[in-house]
């Protein structure tokens, strides 16, 4: 069997968390991550969000709850899930693309990556 490509430069793990977002107008936006790496993370959001918005993101990662990452972000793909049959509810999946990590956060990001890989 062929393994699949990845245009991924990092690895993604699964992740069950809750980030909060500030957009530009300052509109604050509640999403659950559902997959992260250090270079970016995958969202569920009730809100809808733009390509190419730029987003203040913070979370807290479950093995390190002392700590709240925050970080500048670019939404990179959306799908709107709202015209499905069956769905309860109307929500957007999407990616977010990290723009800036302080080392601190890096640092975070891949003991968290690696805890979960391992």
Known sequence: MREQKNRRKAPRVPASLIA?????????????????????????????????????????????????????GEVAWLQYHGDNPGREETFFSGGIKFLNLQESSVAILHKYVRGVVE
């Open 20 to 72: 909060r977002c500030c957009q530009k107008d300052l509109n604050e936006v509640g999403m659950r991550v559902h997959d992260l790496s250090i270079g970016g993370m995958g969202i569920k959001t009730n809100y809808p969000l733009s390509l190419k918005e730029r987003l203040a993101v913070a979370f807290q990662l479950k093995n390190n709850l002392s700590k709240v990452l925050c970080v500048t």
